[in-house]
């Protein structure tokens, strides 16, 4: 019986939906690289590696498999599972494993800090992809924290760390010197600088998180999650350690589900934000502040996705960024795109009547293989 339903449940979410979705179609002769294409979800996401993956894809959402699609048109895909709320730094390390397909290290000293296992899952036998070198680059897809993900990853990729050089049997990925490995990054409504989501001016709420932000301080494994990570300060601390690669393409897209009423006040719109988003769109439409550590949260952060706000996920505050020309991409500098109108979820694939998300995906593939 339970069979029975995972069928018909797989049938309702994904085929009907999908009857009445135009194609895209794909032109490979302006193609230069042809590389593979790792995409890594957000924060509590899932990926090929879990179960829910195969009943609704994060990729995608109810309109099918993402991935599916992109591969039956010729490009390389696939959807890489890290730890649900983990923090950037285990992301990272378990992203590398699978795409090394080797056990999941998250560094000697990084592990005693944070009072945990030092090694986790071994993907020697159910490696992601194909081989990775600086010959076989890979381009990078960070979704909401995944974001952070992909960018911690390749700063280890190219610089390393250097509390983890020197201990003993230390892993490839903390050694640096592989910037070369990595062609592209992607990112999709990531929040790069935080998000008030988490930093919210509620009386009793401003007191966790200044509460939090303290007592990681003291004990380091409250600070390895990605609640943590996210939190504004901290996230312009992360930041500061990852440096933008002058070799790697750099592109970022945000999400505004918001409108400004004649008074000035921001709102989320019905018509772009789904309502699971809705209060938390609310609360960072009225939000502004001061950090613990002084950071100033004006109205230009007011915009948002339900989930991050528009301004943090265009580009990491400090990194070099321009808007985004077709006539004039270079590598080194992030290059940001046009906000789409939607909610946190509209770049995941999932379809809406504004924005198609099936021809958004070919087009930004055929367009990184062009470069």
Request: with cysteine.
């Amino acid at each position: 019986m339970t069979k029975i339903i995972s069928i018909v449940t797989a049938i309702i979410m994904f085929v009907f939906p999908m009857l009445n979705i135009p194609h895209a179609e794909v032109d490979k002769d302006s193609f230069k690289t042809e590389y593979t294409n790792v995409f890594v979800h957000g924060f509590s996401g899932w990926g090929e590696y879990d179960d829910t993956y195969k009943v609704f894809p994060y990729w995608g959402v109810r309109n099918g498999d993402l991935m599916k699609y992109l591969n039956a048109r010729g490009f390389d895909c696939h959807a890489a599972s890290v730890a649900p709320r983990g923090s950037a730094w285990d992301r990272a390390c378990e992203l590398y494993a699978q795409l090394m397909g080797t056990v999941t290290d998250y560094g000697e000293n990084h592990s005693k800090k944070c009072g945990h296992e030092r090694f986790g899952k071994d993907y020697s036998d159910c490696r992601l992809i194909g081989d990775w070198s600086a010959e076989k680059k890979v381009n990078l897809f960070g979704h909401s924290f995944g974001g952070a993900t992909v960018r911690l990853l390749t700063e280890l990729m190219a610089n390393g760390d250097e509390s983890e050089k020197g201990t003993a049997d230390i892993s490839p990925l903390f050694t640096g010197g592989k910037a070369d490995w990595v062609y592209c990054i992607v990112t999709l409504s990531a929040p790069h600088n935080g998000t008030t989501a988490y930093c919210v001016d509620h009386n009793a709420v401003t007191s966790i998180v200044n509460g939090f932000n303290s007592a990681a301080s003291v004990i380091p494994k409250l600070a390895d999650n990605a609640l943590y990570d996210m939190m504004i300060d901290n996230a312009m601390a992360l930041n500061e350690r990852i440096s933008t690669v002058d070799s790697i393409y750099y592109f970022s897209y945000a999400c505004d589900g918001t409108y400004k009423d004649e008074n000035g006040a921001y709102h989320p719109d019905s018509k772009l934000i789904a309502s699971q988003y809705t209060e938390t769109s609310k609360i960072l439409c009225s939000f502004t502040g001061t950090t613990p550590a002084g950071y100033v949260v004006d109205e230009k952060w007011l915009p948002n996705d339900g989930l991050v706000n528009t301004y943090s996920a265009l580009a990491p505050i400090g990194a070099p960024s321009v808007s985004y020309d077709s006539s004039n991409v270079k590598p080194g500098i992030w290059n940001v795109m046009e906000i789409v109108k939607g909610d946190h979820t509209t770049l995941q694939g999932a379809q809406r009547d504004n924005f198609n998300g099936r021809i958004f995906w070919v087009d930004l593939l055929s367009m990184i293989n062009s470069l």
